[in-house]
C-alpha cells in the first residue's frame, strides 16, 4: 500500500494511484514498505519538488536543512522527483522553464539561476545522501514514477532483480582457465549467478560436495542467506 500525505500538494496524488490511501506523513509526500535486501522491510520515502519549489528550497535552505534530515531518519531509501520541464541556455548557462510557448529565463529578484548551480545541488543529495532522483514532465507522469518505485520494491524479492547482472555466454576457448564444474553448477542455480558462483567454488572442495551440501553448508559461504541456501539446496536436488 502507497501511503500519499493528506496535505495540499500532495493529496492530489490519490486520483492517479488507486491503490494507495491518505494519512498524515511528517516527512515526504509518499512512502511505503518495500522488500529490502536479505528479506528484510525496507522503508522507502518519496519527495515530489516542482521546479519553482526545487528553487526555492535552493535558496532557502529548507529541504537540506529541515525535510532532507527526517527523511533520511524515516526512512532507509530516499528518492526526490523534480516535477515540471526545464532547461540549459547553451549561449549563457541560464536555467529556463517555458512559458507560453517560449522558453524563459528563470530570475528571482535580481538574480538568473545558472544551470550548473542547479545540478550540482542536486547531485550533492545524490553523492553525499544517496538520495534517488527522477525527473518528471507532469503530475501524472510523477505519479507513474511512484507506481513504479513501489512496482519495483515490492513485486519480487531484492535478490531476485537480476538486470544489472551481465549474462555471460563463457567462450572456453579464450579463457585461459576453464571454469571448473563446481562454479558452471553454481552460476545456473537461482539467487547465485556468475558473481556469487566464484565464491561457492571456492567453498567447496569438489562438485560432489557441492552436490551433497546442506542448508548449513551453503549459509557459511558469503553473500548466501537462508532462502539462497534453501533453494540451491532445493534445485540441486529435485
Known amino acids: 500500500m502507497i501511503l500519499i500525505d493528506s496535505r495540499i500538494g ?3 496524488l490519490i ?11 511528517e516527512y515526504g509526500d509518499a512512502a511505503f514498505t518495500g522488500k529490502g535486501e536479505n528479506y528484510l522491510p525496507v522503508q522507502i520515502g518519496i519527495e515530489i519538488k516542482t521546479v519553482g519549489d526545487a528553487l526555492d528550497s535552493l535558496t532557502s535552505g529548507r529541504f537540506a536543512g529541515h525535510q532532507l534530515p527526517g527523511m ?11 516535477q515540471g520541464q526545464y532547461r540549459l541556455d547553451p549561449k549563457t548557462g541560464v536555467m529556463q522553464v517555458p512559458r507560453r510557448r517560449r522558453w524563459i529565463d528563470i530570475e528571482i529578484g535580481p538574480r538568473k539561476y545558472m544551470y ?4 550540482c545541488w542536486l547531485m550533492t543529495f545524490v553523492n553525499c545522501c544517496q538520495v534517488k ?9 510523477t505519479a507513474q514514477i511512484i507506481k513504479d518505485i513501489y512496482r519495483w520494491w515490492n513485486s519480487k524479492e531484492y535478490n ?6 551481465v549474462q ?9 582457465i576453464k571454469p571448473s564444474l563446481k562454479r558452471r553448477w553454481a552460476n545456473e542455480l537461482t539467487g547465485i549467478g556468475w558473481e556469487k558462483s566464484q565464491k561457492v567454488a571456492s567453498h ?4 560432489l560436495e557441492l552436490a551433497n551440501a546442506s542448508k548449513e553448508d551453503w549459509i557459511k559461504i558469503e553473500g548466501i542467506g537462508t532462502k539462497i541456501a534453501e533453494q540451491s539446496v532445493e534445485e540441486i536436488r529435485r
Not at 486520483?15 to 490511501?21: E, G, L, M
Not at 550548473?116 to 545540478?119: V, Y
Open 160 to 165: 531476485e532483480h537480476r538486470s544489472h547482472l
Open 133 to 141: 532522483l527522477e525527473k518528471s514532465s507532469n503530475r501524472r507522469e
Open 116 to 119: 550548473r548551480d542547479f545540478h
Open 72 to 82: 533520511l531518519v524515516e526512512y532507509q531509501q530516499v528518492y526526490l522527483i523534480i
Open 168 to 176: 555471460r555466454k563463457i567462450d572456453h576457448g579464450a579463457m585461459l
Open 204 to 207: 567447496f572442495k569438489s562438485a
Open 15 to 25: 486520483d492517479f494511484i488507486p491503490q494507495s490511501k491518505l494519512t498524515f506523513l
Open 10 to 12: 500532495s493529496k492530489d
